[in-house]
C-alpha cells in the first residue's frame, strides 16, 4: 500500500515549459518524496503534453483558462494529501535536501505559520526576499506622490520593510514569505482569489499574525521568470493592490490609494507607449 505522503508541492504553470522540466527533474532528487501537482493554466507551449509524456509521477491539472496564481494554487491545494504543502513557482531548481529541511522545521516548531528557503540567482548571487508586513502608510509612500514628496522617509521605510541590514545568510524569524516558495500545513494554507497575482503572502501573512521561518541552509535557484514584467502585469499588480488594501484597511483607505496611484500608474504607461518593448 502507498503510504500518504508528508509533503504536497503544488506548481502552478503557464507557459514555462522548459524551466518547469528542470524544476520536475529537481523533485525527482529529493531526499523528501513529496506528492508533485502542477496546475496547468491552459499553456500553450505544450507543457501539459510534456508533463504527461515525461512525468508520469505528477498529477496535472490542466485547465481550459487561467486561473492565475491565486486560484491555480487552491485549485492544487485542494487536490493536496500531504500534511505540508509548499508553493513552489515552475522556474525554480530545489538542492537535495532543501525540502527535507523545510518540512522538518515546521514539524518541529509548531508555533510557526510556515518557512521558506533561501532563494538565489542561477550564477549564485542571493536574492532578497522575505520582508515585513506593509502598513498604510509604506503603501502610500510607495506608490502615490507621497514618496516624491517625503523621499527620506521613504527610504528608511523601505530599509525597515526589507530588513536591509540583514544579508540572508542566517536563519530568521520573518512577517512575510516570498509565494515562489511557501511552505505551510495544508489546513492552515488557503489564498484569497479575488486576488490573481500579486500580494497572497501579505494577505496570508496578516491573517497568520505569526512568524514565518527563513532557512539559511535550505537552498533553490530561482530564475525569476519575466512573464511579470509586462503592462498586463502592471495593471494586474495595481488592481490587487486595491483589492488587497481594500481588505486589510477598508473601503475609504483603498479609495484614497487608487486615487494616489493614479500618477504613478499613468507614468509607467506613458513610458510604455514611449518605450514600447
Not at 491555480?72 to 493536496?80: E, K, S, V
Not at 514565518?212 to 519575466?226: D, G, M, N, W
Request: one cysteine or more; aromatic letters at 10%.
Amino acid at each position: 500500500m502507498r503510504m500518504k505522503p508528508i509533503l504536497s508541492v503544488v506548481i502552478v504553470n503557464y507557459n514555462t515549459r522548459d524551466l518547469l522540466r528542470a524544476c520536475l527533474l529537481s523533485l525527482r532528487g529529493s531526499q523528501l518524496p513529496a506528492q508533485v501537482i502542477v496546475v496547468d493554466n491552459a499553456s500553450g507551449d505544450g507543457s501539459a503534453a510534456m508533463i504527461r509524456a515525461d512525468f508520469p509521477e505528477v498529477c496535472l491539472l490542466a485547465q481550459p483558462e487561467n486561473t492565475w496564481y491565486c486560484g491555480g494554487n487552491n485549485l492544487g491545494i485542494a487536490a493536496a494529501t500531504g500534511d505540508f504543502v509548499l508553493l513552489l513557482n515552475p522556474d525554480t531548481v530545489i538542492r537535495p535536501d532543501a525540502l527535507a529541511r523545510l518540512v522538518a522545521f515546521l514539524q518541529a516548531h509548531p508555533h510557526y505559520a510556515g518557512a521558506t528557503a533561501r532563494l538565489i540567482y542561477p550564477g549564485g548571487a542571493v536574492q532578497r526576499t522575505c520582508s515585513r508586513r506593509a502598513t498604510y502608510a509604506d503603501l502610500l509612500l510607495h506608490h502615490t506622490p507621497l514618496g516624491v514628496l517625503l523621499p527620506g522617509w521613504r527610504r528608511r521605510r523601505s530599509a525597515w520593510q526589507w530588513y536591509a541590514d540583514w544579508p540572508r545568510d542566517t536563519d530568521a524569524d520573518v512577517e512575510v514569505v516570498p509565494g515562489s516558495c511557501l511552505l505551510m500545513r495544508r489546513e492552515e494554507l488557503w489564498l484569497d482569489d479575488r486576488l490573481k497575482l500579486y500580494f497572497p503572502e501579505d494577505d496570508l501573512a496578516r491573517r497568520q499574525q505569526r512568524p514565518y521561518r527563513f532557512l539559511a541552509a535550505a537552498v533553490i535557484e530561482h530564475h525569476e521568470k519575466s512573464v511579470t514584467r509586462t503592462w498586463l502585469a502592471t495593471r494586474l499588480y495595481f488592481r490587487d493592490l486595491l483589492i488587497y488594501t481594500r481588505r486589510q484597511h477598508g473601503a475609504a483607505a483603498a479609495a484614497l490609494l487608487w486615487a494616489g496611484s493614479r500618477p504613478l500608474l499613468w507614468a509607467l504607461w506613458l513610458k510604455k507607449v514611449i518605450q514600447p518593448a
